[in-house]
Structure formats: structure tokens, C-alpha cells
């Protein structure tokens, strides 16, 4: 099992461009999250979907747009970058069966805006 | 208010110290309360999770919570330089595992 995989590792990008972040997990799980993580901040949710083709909104979601096709991949996607995203973004992934069930993450996604 | 509030540090300990972690929580609707790891430029990984209040032990980890005084705790005896990282406490409410997480305590511990 790879677990959770984000791609790409490290992204520049300019103001105004957009980008896709991949997410894809293979434990077969229901529940996947974006969160982004800011130097002393935390990791605040930005998007979750409870299963293929049901999404929501978190606590962070303007300038995102995330979609849910299968149950392995959960893609974030940056419409017009600005300096305020930049952040690590980390997706993770849960079983979603039981009343709590452990969140994996994947390594996270580096992202810089200029 | 911030709805888990936790001190960033940073804590530097000498190896073989007891380290103690805190947080406080303000949402009553908070059920589950966890602590997870993070490695420099890793993800984060779960270390412990506790329900309601009271004591759970895990080798020379200990986790408390408090749900009177709305407060999580994590104790690491006998702490090494491998436990060097970023602790973050996090709370779940009830709604699809959706996790609150604190500011997170970046903690050294040298040799």
C-alpha cells in the first residue's frame, strides 16, 4: 500500500495562473481532505467529500474548487493564484465506516505564489 | 477565540526530560481528541487518540483530557531526540470527521 500520494511535491506559480493538485489514495477509503498548513497555523480544511461525487465545503474554501469522480482521487484545484495561497497542502484520507476513524495524510504538496 | 488554542513553542528539552503538551478547546461538541505528529516536511501522522475525559498510555506516551476545564494534555516520558517534531492537537465533532487542529508545538529534544 502507497497510502496517500500527492503530486506534484513542490510547485512556483505566478499570480493569475491555475494549477491542479493531485490527491489519490489506495486503501480504498470513503472520506477524503485538503487542508493547508501556514507557517504556525495550523492545518485548516479547505474541502471534503464523504464519498465519489459527494464534495463540501470546509473551513477555508474561497479560491478552490475540488471535484470527486472516484473513490481513489480527490484533485484540488487553484482557478487565479494569489500570495495568500501559499501554503503546504496535505490531503488525507479516512475509512469513514465508524464513529471515529484515524485520518492518513500524504506528504503534502509545497506550493509558492509570487 | 480561536476554537483550539495551543502554545507554538517553540520547547527545547535535554534528552531524558519529561515533555508536557497542552491545549484548550472552547467547542462543547467536541467528542474526540487526538494528537498527531509532524516530521519536518512530512505529513502528519496520528501518535494517540482519547474519547471523554480521563487518562490513555501508549509505551512513554501519555494522553489527558480534561472535558470540565475543556483542556488535552500529552506527556512524553523519558523523551528522545527521535521525538523531536511538531505535536498538534486536534478535536472532532461529530460531522463526517472533520478535525479542528491547534497551532501546533514545534519540540526539540538534544542530546
Known amino acids: 500500500n502507497a497510502g496517500v500520494t500527492q503530486t506534484p511535491k513542490f510547485r512556483i506559480l505566478k499570480i493569475g495562473q491555475s494549477m491542479t493538485l493531485q490527491c489519490t489514495q489506495d486503501m480504498n477509503h470513503n472520506y477524503m481532505y485538503w487542508y493547508r498548513q501556514d507557517p504556525g497555523m495550523g492545518l485548516k480544511l479547505i474541502y471534503y467529500?464523504?464519498?465519489?461525487?459527494?464534495?463540501d465545503k470546509g473551513e477555508v474554501p474561497n479560491g478552490y474548487n475540488v471535484s470527486r469522480s472516484t473513490t481513489e482521487d480527490f484533485p484540488l484545484r487553484l482557478e487565479l493564484a494569489a500570495p495568500s495561497q501559499t501554503s503546504v497542502y496535505f490531503c488525507a484520507s479516512s475509512a469513514g465506516s465508524g464513529v471515529f476513524e484515524t485520518q492518513y495524510f500524504g506528504p503534502g504538496t509545497r506550493l509558492l505564489v509570487l | 477565540q480561536k476554537e483550539v488554542e495551543q502554545d507554538p513553542g517553540p520547547l527545547s528539552v535535554p534528552e531524558g526530560a519529561i515533555v508536557s503538551l497542552n491545549c484548550t478547546y472552547s467547542?462543547?461538541?467536541?467528542?474526540?481528541f487526538m494528537w498527531y505528529r509532524q516530521y519536518s516536511r512530512k505529513g502528519p501522522e496520528l501518535l494517540m487518540y482519547t474519547y471523554s475525559s480521563g487518562n490513555k498510555e501508549d509505551g512513554r506516551f501519555t494522553a489527558q483530557v480534561d472535558k470540565s476545564s475543556k483542556y488535552i494534555s500529552l506527556f512524553i516520558r523519558d523523551s528522545q531526540p527521535s521525538d523531536s517534531a511538531t505535536y498538534l492537537c486536534a478535536d472532532q465533532g461529530t460531522s463526517y470527521g472533520k478535525l479542528t487542529f491547534g497551532q501546533g508545538t514545534i519540540l526539540t529534544v538534544h542530546p
Open positions: 467529500s464523504v464519498g465519489a461525487g459527494i464534495t
Open positions: 467547542n462543547s461538541a467536541f467528542q474526540y
